[in-house]
């Protein structure tokens, strides 16, 4: 996921990116850092073999300079190997880059969709009809429990869904509606298209992976784990649902600090269940990392 993110035309307030495990395990291959679209051209279309690149690579719309210097930049970061052949430079990949991408999906915030606002909005979210640049695009608004929630009365695109949900509580995922369901908007993808998806997802995979016990307070004895799934999410016993880490911190009314006499027991939750969650998230995570570079050299063995 990452917020505020989209193009010079339009912005979202949350984009969700999903991927196929295994080949989002092989994009690790190329760092942790977003590919802008120079290097996403040189890493998409890099040779197996030693090449020079200006018979590897796709005719650019621009000069052959600057491709010069992504080729440059690439080799800097470890992601494309280079060598020099007399004055010509070769290139090779370091291994093909995947097609880690299979949705994204654009939501747009709004717990207060009264009828100006909805007016702008419906501009705005017919832009993203038009262009099919997500595949789904949502409206978040606040639950108001009426017959009839008054998103639905708003002159909004019939493509776009309606989910309502409470706002001032934390998102419970338990207890938020669709109201609206969407429909998808990719039927089939043009080269630019393509193209454009792929960099709004590495912009949003250069922004790192967020951890939400790093912005919570597990060491409140409110704070619990609940399983959904392979998933732990967390839980806030006083508020009776899966919060958000706006409110889960120490201005939170409801935040019990954990006794001391509980962090200075020892096993088997030595340092106390606060210090015990992030270490059971830790290890999860790791384990997870572990798993995908064992699926990918094994991937990479059979080919």
Not at 18 to 27: I, S
Not at 101 to 130: C, F, G, W, Y
Not at 184 to 210: F, I
Not at 262 to 272: A, V
Request: include cysteine.
């Amino acid at each position: 996921m990452a917020r505020q993110l989209g193009t010079q035309q339009r912005r979202w307030d949350t984009v969700v990116v999903e991927a196929d495990p295994e080949r989002l395990a092989a994009r690790r291959q190329f760092g942790d850092r977003e590919l802008d679209s120079d290097l996403l051209h040189i890493v998409r279309h890099a040779p197996t073999e030693w090449a020079w690149y200006r018979e590897a690579l796709p005719e650019p719309d621009y000069p052959w300079r600057y491709v010069r210097e992504s080729i440059h930049r690439a080799d800097d970061r470890g992601i494309l190997k280079t060598r020099r052949s007399g004055n010509r430079i070769e290139i090779k990949q370091i291994a093909p880059y995947p097609d880690w991408v299979d949705r994204l999906i654009a939501i747009e915030n709004k717990p207060d969709l009264d009828a100006s606002a909805a007016r702008q909005l419906a501009d705005q979210l017919q832009h993203d009809v038009d262009t099919a640049l997500a595949d789904e695009v949502w409206v978040a608004t606040a639950k108001t429990d009426r017959r009839v929630e008054p998103a639905l009365l708003e002159s909004l695109p019939v493509e776009a869904g309606i989910l309502t949900t409470d706002f001032e509580e934390g998102v419970d995922v338990d207890s938020a509606s669709v109201e609206w369901y969407p429909t998808r908007l990719t039927s089939g993808q043009e080269s630019d298209q393509h193209n454009r998806r792929l960099e709004l997802a590495e912009r949003a995979y250069g922004r790192g992976w967020r951890r939400y016990y790093k912005t919570m307070r597990p060491d409140c004895r409110q704070f619990q784990l609940r399983r959904a799934g392979r998933v732990l999410l967390p839980w806030c016993e006083a508020k009776a649902c899966h919060q958000s880490s706006t409110v889960c911190g120490s201005s939170c009314g409801d935040f019990e600090p954990e006794p001391p006499a509980w962090r200075t027991r020892g096993w088997p939750i030595e340092g106390g269940p606060g210090r015990g969650i992030k270490q059971l998230l830790d290890q999860r995570a790791k384990a997870a990392n572990r798993r995908a570079e064992t699926n990918q050299a094994e991937t990479t063995r059979s080919e």
